[in-house]
């Protein structure tokens, strides 16, 4: 593909994938490191232009998913640079981080609910619920057989109810099951 037609494919990419993937990525992290992710996810776009699909929002969405565990565990890591060298020079005073502030009240059942859960399945309701992905495509993202979203899905969403009745949050649109039409 000549570079004329490769930056013309990908501002076509750009224009279908930057609002979710920056939505999706705004409801799994932090602002600054979204901005981030959605950059190394473009990036991975125009390297990879010649493999995105004809449909390059699942496709994209399991890039953005990859570059945002790429970036935890980044972070991860200078955490606990930091802590060693605070241990070994402790800082004069204490900042409140990000972690620190209390959450907001509306949908604070569900939000405990989902970080009870197992991430995997949390991920998975997180796409099927906030992204509107169906299964065919939550299998793109995550790069599995839309039969096996669809078994996950249903013991994900029961664990979720299960946990939600537990935890005395009252139920919602249980029976919604509409998705992303194309």
């Known amino acids: 593909m000549s570079s004329p037609a490769r930056r013309e494919r990908l501002e076509e990419v750009a224009r279908e994938v930057v609002e979710p993937v920056r939505r999706y990525l705004a409801r799994r992290t932090d602002p600054a490191t979204a901005d981030d992710v959605l950059a190394d996810t473009l990036l991975v776009c125009w390297r990879r232009i010649d493999e995105v699909p004809d449909d ?10 990859r570059c945002l565990a790429n970036a935890e565990r980044a972070s991860r ?18 900042v409140p981080g990000p972690d620190d502030e209390p959450a907001g009240a509306a949908g604070e059942g569900v939000r405990r609910a989902l970080a009870a859960l197992p991430p995997a399945d949390a991920e998975l309701l997180r796409l099927w619920a906030w992204e509107g992905l169906a299964a065919s495509e939550i299998a793109v993202v995550l790069d599995t057989t839309p039969n096996a979203v669809g078994s996950r899905l249903t013991r994900a969403r029961q664990k979720l109810r299960d946990r939600l009745r537990k935890d005395g949050v009252p139920g919602g649109h249980g029976g919604v099951t509409e998705r992303r039409t194309r």
């Open 56 to 65: 390059p929002l699942p496709w994209a969405y399991g890039v953005a998913r």
């Open 77 to 94: 890591r200078q955490r606990r640079v930091a802590r060693k060298v605070a241990a070994v020079d402790p800082p004069a005073a204490a």
